[in-house]
C-alpha cells in the first residue's frame, strides 16, 4: 500500500489514487487525519465568504450552473456590482469572522473594460485585512498579471471532474482551456483555488480521475474546493437527475473524496463547498475528521443555499472546533 505522504508529491498515479479510495472507510479518514495533523492544526477551520458580484447571464453551458443562459432558472442576469457595495459585504463578513472574502463574476472571461473595477474590489479587500479570491472565467496572462499585481492572493478556477467526463457536463471549454488560466495564475504569482463538483452522476473512476488531475499539477492547488452538487431545476443536470438515485452523491463516498484529496494534497486547504446545507452534522462532522479545514460561511453561495453563520457556529460549538485565525493563516502560508 502507498505509503502516507509527510512530503509534497506531484507524481500519484491513478492507482495509488484508486487504491486509497478502496480502503476500509475507517482506515482511510485514519490515514488522511494523520496526514492533516502533520501539515495543520486540526482543531481550526478557516471561515471565507463568497459574493456574487455579477450575477448570471454565462454564455458557458456548464451542466451544473443556474447562471448558464441555456438554465431555465429563473437566475437574472446583472451588471458588475458597485465596488463600494462589494466593499461593503468584506466589512460584513469579516464582522462575521471570514478571514477570506471570495467574489464570483459570470462571465466567460473578463472584458478589459471591466478589469479597473475588478482590480479596485481586489486592492480595497486587502486592505481590510482579508485574503482575496476571485472567480472570473478563463484570464488571459496580461488580466493574471493585473489581477497579480493588485495584489489578489487567490485565483479561482474549479476543473470541475475528470479529464474524462469533462465533456459531458461542459462543452464551451476545454479542460486543457481550464489549465491553460491556470498557468496563467500560476505565472502572475497568485496562488491557484481549484477544485470541482461531485455527484453529477460520475463513476468512482471518475472521482479518482479529478484527484489524480489535481494532485499531478506543476503546483497542487493552495486552496481544494470540494462541491457536492445542487441539482437546480432548469438546469442540465439538475433536470437529469432530478428524482433519481444519482441526484445527491452517497455522504460516505463524499467522505472518502475529502480524505484521498488531504492525503494527495497534504498541505492545500481542503474546502467543503456547494452542497454543505443538505449535509446532516455527523457527515460534515465526518469530513473534518478527514481533513477538511475551510467552509464557506453566510446564507447563500452564488446563487444557491448555505448552512448560514448561526448553524456554522453551533456546529462548531458542538464538534470543538474554532474559526481559523488570519493571523494563523498567513503563517501557514509562509513556511
Known amino acids: 500500500m502507498t505509503e502516507l505522504p509527510m512530503t509534497i508529491r506531484t ?49 458557458e453551458d456548464c451542466g451544473y450552473c443556474s447562471q448558464s443562459v441555456v438554465a431555465d432558472s429563473g437566475v437574472k442576469a446583472t451588471k458588475l456590482m ?22 464570483g463574476a459570470a462571465w466567460r472571461n473578463p472584458k478589459d473594460r471591466d478589469m479597473p473595477a475588478v482590480l479596485e474590489m481586489v486592492r480595497g479587500v486587502r486592505a481590510m485585512g482579508l485574503e482575496t479570491c476571485m472567480t472570473l472565467g478563463m484570464l488571459t496572462p496580461a488580466q493574471a498579471a493585473m489581477l497579480g499585481e493588485a495584489g489578489l492572493d487567490y485565483y479561482n478556477h474549479n476543473i470541475d471532474t475528470s ?58 492547488p493552495g486552496s481544494v474546493p470540494i462541491n457536492a452538487l445542487v441539482p437546480v431545476k432548469g438546469t442540465v443536470l439538475g433536470d437529469m437527475l432530478a428524482d433519481t438515485p444519482l441526484a445527491k452523491i452517497d455522504d460516505i463516498e463524499f467522505v472518502r473524496t475529502v480524505a484521498v484529496a488531504r492525503i494527495t494534497m497534504p498541505a492545500s486547504m481542503v474546502r467543503l463547498s456547494a452542497g454543505r446545507e443538505s449535509m446532516s452534522e455527523a457527515t460534515q462532522a465526518l469530513c473534518f475528521m478527514a481533513g477538511a479545514n475551510s467552509i464557506f460561511t453566510g446564507d447563500k453561495l452564488l446563487t444557491a443555499a448555505n448552512a448560514g453563520d448561526d448553524r456554522d457556529a453551533a456546529l462548531f460549538d458542538k464538534l470543538g472546533l474554532r474559526p481559523m485565525a488570519a493571523e494563523c493563516r498567513a503563517m501557514e502560508a509562509a513556511e
Not at 19 to 32: G, I, K, N, S
Not at 89 to 102: H, L, N, P, V
Open 11 to 59: 507524481d500519484w498515479t491513478r492507482d495509488e489514487i484508486a487504491a486509497l479510495f478502496d480502503l476500509p472507510f475507517t482506515e482511510l479518514v485514519f490515514r488522511a487525519a494523520e496526514v492533516h495533523r502533520a501539515h495543520h492544526d486540526a482543531g481550526a477551520v478557516q471561515l471565507s465568504t463568497l459574493l456574487s458580484i455579477k450575477t448570471g447571464g454565462c454564455p
Open 82 to 103: 458597485d465596488v463600494r457595495a462589494v466593499l461593503q459585504s468584506a466589512a460584513q463578513a469579516k464582522d462575521a469572522g471570514s478571514t477570506r472574502f471570495c467574489m
Open 163 to 220: 479529464p474524462e467526463r469533462y465533456s459531458g457536463v461542459i462543452t464551451t471549454r476545454s479542460f486543457d482551456e481550464r489549465l491553460d488560466t491556470l498557468a496563467h495564475v500560476r505565472e502572475a504569482g497568485i496562488n491557484v483555488c481549484c477544485g470541482g463538483i461531485v455527484g453529477m452522476g460520475e463513476t468512482r473512476q471518475d472521482r479518482v480521475g479529478f484527484v489524480h488531475a489535481l494532485a499531478t499539477l506543476p503546483e497542487h
